[in-house]
C-alpha cells in the first residue's frame, strides 16, 4: 500500500467551518443535539458516530494546542489560564454528555447492525468508559488535570549556573560529556543540588495527587488506584501479574548485559571507579558526540535521515515543518521532556522536544518522529475513536524507528567512527533503560497499593526497589540525598500515572521489528506501517501480529531479544 504525509484537515459536516471552542455554552448545543437526535436507522446511527467523531476531533484538537502553547511557555499567566478554563470549566461539562452519548450508542436496537470485527475495539472501549464513569469523579479529575501541569512549571524553572551562564538543566546535561572529570563532577552536583531545592515543593504536589487519584478509584468501586487505572488504560491483553515477571526478566537477563557494559566503559574511561557523572563520557583524546548545533539543523538532518530510510518518512516531517508544528529547543520557562501531540483534526501532529545539541537529542527526535508517522498513518481512519490506539503499539512506533534508522545516521555524522559510537551509544540505551522501567513500574505498584504512605516511607521503598535493579559497577557513595529523590524527576509519576511499563513492552516488540529489518527492510517497514495504519481498530495482539510480531514479554522471549542486541552491539564493537 501506498502511504501519503499530504494529510488534509478533517472537513467539517457536524460543525460549523468556523467553530472555536471559546466556552461551554457555544459547545453545549451541539453535545445537547447528538443527546436529542433520534436515530430510526442503521444509516442514520452511522450518520450519529461520524457527527460525534467530529465534535471529538474538535474539542481533543483545541484542548491539544491550550497545552501545547502553555508546555512552550510555561511563564505565560494567559496561555496557563487558558488551559486551566479548559480543564475546570469545558472538560467537566462535557464528561456527563459522553457518558449519556456512550449509554445511548449501547441501547440503540440498530447497533447489532453495524460490522461486529470493525467496530469491536471501539465498542469495548464504550463500555469501559460507562463502567468507570462516575459524577462525583467529575471535579476530582479536573483539579488533577490543573495540578498535573504544576510539575511542568516547576521543573521548567530549575536552571544552574556554569562559567558564569544560566543554563535549563537539559543544557546543562551537557557538561556531563566533558572531558573534564572535575567539570563533570561540578555540574552533576549542581545540576542533583538544584532539584533537592524543589523536593518539598514536588513532594507535596504529589501528595495531592496520589490522595486524589486514591479518592476516583474508590468512587469507583475499585480496591485501589492501580486496578483503577489499569483498566482505565484499556490494559486488557496482560495483567499486574505479567509486569512483575518482567520485574523479574529484567533482573535475570538484563542486569547482566548491563554491568558488562558500564564494566567496559569504566576501562575505557581507565578510572578506577565508575561515578554516575562518567557514564556520557569519552576517553580524553576523544571528543563527545555533536551531531547538530541548532533546533532548525537537527529537523534538517532528521528530514535527510528519514528520507533516505523512506520517503514517505521524510515528507511527514517536511509536512510538519510546514505546518510549523514543531518546538525543538531547550530554553528557560519551557516545560521539561519531549512528546508528540496527535491533533485530530489537522492530522499532523506535534512535536515538542528539549535539544542542546547531543547524542540523546537525535534519538529523542527520531523517538518522537516515529510518534509523529503513527498520526500520519492513522489519520484517514474514519472516527476519532479508531485512532485510540493502544500505548505498547504507539510505542512500538516511535521505539522501532530509533532503531530503524540507525542505518542512515551518517546525516548526523560524517565520521565512520563517531556513526559506530553513535550506534553503540544507541544500542546501549536499549539495554540499561530496561532497569529504570521495572523500578519506576514496580514503585507504582507499591505507590498506589499504600496510598497512606508517608514521604519517609515512600523515599525508604524507592531506594529498595531502586537497589535491587542496580548494576555492580557505578559507585554512589556519598550521593544517598541525590539517589533517595531521583524519582522526581521522572515526569509520568506526576502527569500520566501507570504509563511506564509501555516502554519495556514496546522495546522488546521495537527490537523484534530491528531483527526483522536486519533480514528484510522492505518487509519491515511494510509490516511496520501496515500495523500502524490500523490505529486502534484491532486488539494489541492483532496489532503485533500484523506487525510480524508475537505480543509476549516473558522471561524467555527477554532473553532472546538481549541476546539479539548484544550479538550487534559485539559487531560494533
Given at each position: 500500500?501506498?502511504?501519503?504525509?499530504n494529510?488534509?484537515k478533517?472537513?467539517?459536516?457536524?460543525?460549523?467551518?468556523?467553530?472555536?471552542?471559546?466556552?461551554?455554552?457555544?459547545?453545549?448545543?451541539?453535545?445537547?443535539?447528538?443527546?436529542?437526535?433520534?436515530?430510526?436507522s442503521?444509516?442514520?446511527?452511522?450518520?450519529?458516530?461520524h457527527?460525534?467523531?467530529?465534535?471529538?476531533?474538535?474539542?481533543?484538537?483545541?484542548?491539544?494546542?491550550?497545552?501545547?502553547?502553555?508546555?512552550?511557555?510555561?511563564?505565560?499567566?494567559?496561555?496557563?489560564?487558558?488551559f486551566?478554563?479548559?480543564?475546570?470549566?469545558?472538560?467537566?461539562?462535557i464528561?456527563?454528555?459522553a457518558?449519556?452519548?456512550?449509554?445511548?450508542?449501547?441501547?440503540?436496537?440498530?447497533?447489532?447492525?453495524?460490522?461486529?470485527?470493525?467496530?469491536?475495539?471501539?465498542?469495548?472501549?464504550?463500555?469501559?468508559?460507562?463502567?468507570?464513569?462516575?459524577?462525583?469523579n467529575?471535579?476530582?479529575?479536573?483539579?488533577?488535570?490543573?495540578l498535573?501541569q504544576?510539575?511542568?512549571?516547576?521543573?521548567?524553572?530549575?536552571?544552574?549556573?556554569v562559567n558564569?551562564?544560566?543554563?535549563?538543566?537539559?543544557?546543562?546535561?551537557?557538561?556531563?560529556?566533558?572531558?573534564?572529570?572535575?567539570?563533570?563532577?561540578?555540574?552533576?552536583?549542581?545540576?542533583?543540588?538544584?532539584?533537592?531545592?524543589?523536593?518539598?515543593?514536588?513532594?507535596?504536589?504529589?501528595?495531592?495527587?496520589i490522595?486524589?487519584?486514591?479518592?476516583?478509584?474508590?468512587?469507583a468501586?475499585?480496591?485501589?488506584?492501580?486496578?483503577?487505572?489499569?483498566?482505565?488504560?484499556?490494559?486488557?491483553?496482560?495483567?499486574?501479574?505479567?509486569?512483575?515477571?518482567?520485574?523479574?526478566?529484567?533482573?535475570?537477563?538484563?542486569?547482566?548485559?548491563?554491568?558488562?557494559?558500564?564494566?567496559?566503559?569504566?576501562?575505557?574511561?581507565?578510572?578506577?571507579?565508575?561515578?554516575?557523572?562518567?557514564?556520557?563520557?569519552?576517553?580524553a583524546?576523544?571528543?563527545?558526540l555533536?551531531?547538530?548545533?541548532?533546533?532548525?539543523?537537527?529537523?534538517?538532518?532528521?528530514?535527510?535521515?528519514?528520507?533516505?530510510?523512506?520517503?514517505?518518512?521524510?515528507?511527514?516531517l517536511?509536512?510538519m515543518?510546514?505546518?510549523?508544528h514543531?518546538?525543538?529547543?531547550?530554553?528557560?520557562?519551557?516545560?521539561?521532556?519531549?512528546?508528540?501531540?496527535?491533533?485530530?483534526?489537522?492530522?499532523?501532529?506535534?512535536?515538542?522536544?528539549?535539544?542542546?545539541?547531543?547524542?540523546?537529542?537525535?534519538?529523542?527526535?527520531?523517538?518522537?518522529g516515529?510518534?509523529?508517522?503513527?498520526?500520519f498513518?492513522?489519520?484517514?481512519?474514519?472516527?476519532?475513536?479508531?485512532?485510540?490506539?493502544?500505548?505498547?503499539?504507539?510505542?512500538?512506533?516511535?521505539?522501532?524507528?530509533?532503531?530503524?534508522?540507525?542505518?542512515?545516521?551518517?546525516?548526523?555524522?560524517?565520521?565512520?567512527?563517531d556513526?559506530?559510537?553513535?550506534?553503540?551509544?544507541?544500542?546501549?540505551r536499549?539495554?540499561?533503560?530496561?532497569?529504570?522501567?521495572?523500578?519506576?513500574?514496580?514503585?507504582?505498584?507499591?505507590?498506589?497499593?499504600?496510598?497512606?504512605?508517608?514521604?519517609?516511607?515512600?523515599?525508604?521503598?524507592?531506594?529498595?526497589?531502586?537497589?535491587?535493579?542496580?548494576?555492580d559497577?557505578?559507585?554512589?557513595?556519598?550521593?544517598?540525598?541525590?539517589?533517595?529523590?531521583?524519582?522526581?524527576?521522572?515526569?509520568?509519576?506526576?502527569?500520566?500515572?501507570?504509563?511506564?511499563?509501555?516502554?519495556?513492552?514496546?522495546?522488546?516488540?521495537a527490537?523484534g521489528?530491528?531483527?526483522?529489518?536486519?533480514?528484510?527492510?522492505?518487509?519491515?517497514?511494510?509490516?511496520?506501517?501496515?500495523?500502524?495504519?490500523?490505529?486502534?481498530?484491532?486488539?494489541?495482539?492483532?496489532?503485533?501480529?500484523?506487525?510480524?510480531?508475537?505480543?509476549?514479554?516473558?522471561?524467555?522471549?527477554i532473553?532472546?531479544?538481549?541476546?539479539?542486541v548484544?550479538?550487534?552491539?559485539?559487531?560494533?564493537?
Open positions: 500500500m501506498m502511504y501519503t504525509a494529510i488534509k478533517l472537513e467539517r459536516k457536524y460543525l460549523p467551518h468556523d467553530f472555536v471552542v471559546a466556552d461551554w455554552q457555544n459547545l453545549e448545543p451541539y453535545f445537547k443535539q447528538l443527546l436529542d437526535r433520534e436515530i430510526d442503521t444509516e442514520k446511527l452511522v450518520l450519529w458516530l457527527d460525534q467523531s467530529e465534535l471529538e476531533a474538535a474539542v481533543s484538537e483545541d484542548a491539544c494546542w491550550r497545552q501545547i502553547k502553555m508546555t512552550c511557555d510555561t511563564q505565560n499567566k494567559d496561555l496557563e489560564e487558558a486551566n478554563y479548559f480543564c475546570l470549566q469545558i472538560q467537566p461539562n464528561q456527563p454528555y457518558d449519556a452519548l456512550n449509554k445511548k450508542l449501547l441501547s440503540s436496537p440498530f447497533l447489532k447492525d453495524l460490522d461486529q470485527e470493525k467496530y469491536f475495539t471501539y465498542l469495548r472501549n464504550v463500555k469501559k468508559s460507562i463502567e468507570l464513569f462516575r459524577e462525583e467529575i471535579p476530582l479529575q479536573a483539579e488533577l488535570a490543573v498535573q504544576q510539575y511542568g512549571q516547576i521543573t521548567g524553572a530549575m536552571t544552574i549556573e558564569g551562564e544560566q543554563y535549563t538543566l537539559q543544557q546543562a546535561a551537557k557538561f556531563l560529556e566533558h572531558k573534564d572529570r572535575s567539570i563533570r563532577e561540578s555540574v552533576y552536583h549542581k545540576i542533583q543540588q538544584r532539584r533537592l531545592q524543589d523536593k518539598e515543593k514536588l513532594n507535596e504536589l504529589f501528595d495531592k495527587l490522595a486524589i487519584r486514591d479518592a476516583e478509584s474508590k468512587n468501586g475499585f480496591l485501589n488506584y492501580r486496578d483503577y487505572r489499569f483498566k482505565e488504560l484499556g490494559r486488557f491483553d496482560y495483567t499486574q501479574e505479567d509486569c512483575f515477571q518482567f520485574h523479574d526478566a529484567v533482573k535475570l537477563h538484563v542486569l547482566p548485559l548491563v554491568n558488562e557494559i558500564y564494566k567496559k566503559k569504566k576501562e575505557q574511561l581507565g578510572v578506577d571507579t565508575l561515578r554516575p557523572w562518567d557514564l556520557e563520557a569519552q576517553p583524546d576523544i571528543l563527545p555533536h551531531p547538530f548545533k541548532t533546533g532548525n539543523e537537527l529537523l534538517q538532518k532528521s528530514i535527510d535521515c528519514f528520507k533516505k530510510l523512506d520517503p514517505f518518512f521524510g515528507d511527514c517536511l509536512k515543518q510546514d505546518l510549523k514543531l518546538d525543538l529547543e531547550s530554553r528557560k520557562g519551557k516545560a521539561p521532556g519531549g512528546y508528540n501531540c496527535p491533533l485530530a483534526e489537522s492530522g499532523a501532529p506535534f512535536i515538542f522536544m528539549n535539544a542542546a545539541g547531543q547524542m540523546h537529542d537525535v534519538t529523542t527526535m527520531v523517538h518522537e516515529g510518534h509523529a508517522i503513527h498520526s498513518l492513522s489519520h484517514h481512519l474514519e472516527l476519532s475513536g479508531f485512532k485510540e490506539y493502544p500505548m505498547e503499539i504507539a510505542e512500538v512506533a516511535s521505539m522501532s524507528m530509533e532503531l530503524f534508522s540507525m542505518d542512515y545516521w551518517e546525516t548526523f555524522f560524517s565520521k565512520e567512527e556513526l559506530l559510537r553513535a550506534k553503540e551509544h544507541q544500542l546501549e536499549v539495554i540499561t533503560i530496561f532497569p529504570w522501567i521495572a523500578v519506576i513500574d514496580k514503585f507504582q505498584h507499591w505507590l498506589y497499593l499504600n496510598p497512606q504512605h508517608t514521604n519517609i516511607e515512600r523515599e525508604q521503598t524507592w531506594m529498595s526497589i531502586l537497589k535491587e535493579f542496580t548494576d559497577i557505578i559507585d554512589f557513595e556519598g550521593l544517598e540525598s541525590y539517589r533517595a529523590n531521583a524519582w522526581q524527576r521522572q515526569l509520568h509519576l506526576f502527569e500520566v500515572p501507570f504509563y511506564y511499563i509501555e516502554y519495556g513492552i514496546a522495546q522488546l516488540g527490537i521489528m530491528w531483527r526483522q529489518f536486519k533480514i528484510d527492510k522492505k518487509t519491515a517497514i511494510e509490516n511496520y506501517c501496515n500495523a500502524l495504519s490500523l490505529g486502534g481498530t484491532k486488539t494489541l495482539p492483532a496489532l503485533y501480529k500484523t506487525a510480524g510480531l508475537s505480543f509476549d514479554f516473558s522471561p524467555d522471549t532473553k532472546v531479544l538481549m541476546d539479539f548484544k550479538s550487534e552491539m559485539n559487531k560494533i564493537g
